[in-house]
């Protein structure tokens, strides 16, 4: 049986807990056999967008252009997991409308519990003036209104998040919790 691809999108501020559910997410799916490719914001900026800015529009282009390969990945059979902040509803929604099989993942975590978890302390240099449309302090982040699934980093464990995704997409027919088990069989009867 062919995998459906996938766009699973998660969005929400700097330090809620993003990168880690999707490295987290992509490696349960890569153990029961499904195709995935992780899409972090991060490394696009820093080698597919790297020319771009922190203005609203430059944010936008940005997810625009994640959107874009995800929605190719996710046309050829893959799960696209794609992990980036993406502040601004207006562009969530019309990636929704235009790609394949877009679900919205919203990495709801209180602002207070991300500037406690920021190692980097961006948070504090955007408090200081010194970094400029910072998300959650200088910049707005609108939350989605909608989202398909709600991750509540502060209270739930990553397993919890993570299994409340893979049980969604279970739900929605796009993986088989038993995919690996039951390709080993088919396997074994052959």
């Known amino acids: 049986m062919k995998q459906q691809g996938a766009i699973l999108w ?3 501020l700097s330090g809620a807990g993003k990168t880690t559910i999707a490295v ?8 029961r056999d499904y195709l995935t490719e992780l899409l972090d914001g991060d490394l696009i900026r820093t080698h597919l967008s790297q020319e771009l800015g922190y203005s609203k ?8 252009r994640i959107g874009f390969v995800a929605n190719l990945l996710s046309h ?5 997991i794609a992990a980036a902040i993406s502040p601004y509803r207006q562009v969530r929604e019309e990636l929704k409308q235009t790609t394949h099989n877009f679900i919205e993942i919203y990495v709801d975590t209180p602002l207070n ?3 406690a978890r920021d190692v980097k302390g961006l948070y504090a240099k955007a408090k ?3 970094i400029q449309n910072f998300t959650g302090i200088s910049d707005p982040y ?3 209104i909608n989202p398909d699934i709600i991750c509540q980093t502060d209270k739930f ?4 998040c993570v299994n409340q995704v893979l049980q969604y997409l279970e739900c929605q027919g796009l993986i088989n919790m038993n995919h690996r088990k039951y390709q080993y069989q088919q396997l074994d009867n052959k």
């Not at 529009?57 to 625009?64: E, F, G, L, S, T």
């Not at 050829?76 to 696209?80: S, T, V």
Request: charged letters at 25%.
């Open 10 to 12: 998660l969005t929400g």
């Open 142 to 144: 609108e939350v989605p």
């Open 157 to 160: 464990t990553l397993e919890q």
């Open 128 to 130: 200081a003036g010194l």
């Open 57 to 64: 529009q430059d944010r936008d282009i940005n997810v625009r």
């Open 113 to 115: 519990v991300c500037q």
């Open 76 to 80: 050829n059979g893959i799960i696209a």
């Open 24 to 31: 987290t997410l992509a490696q349960e799916l890569r153990k």
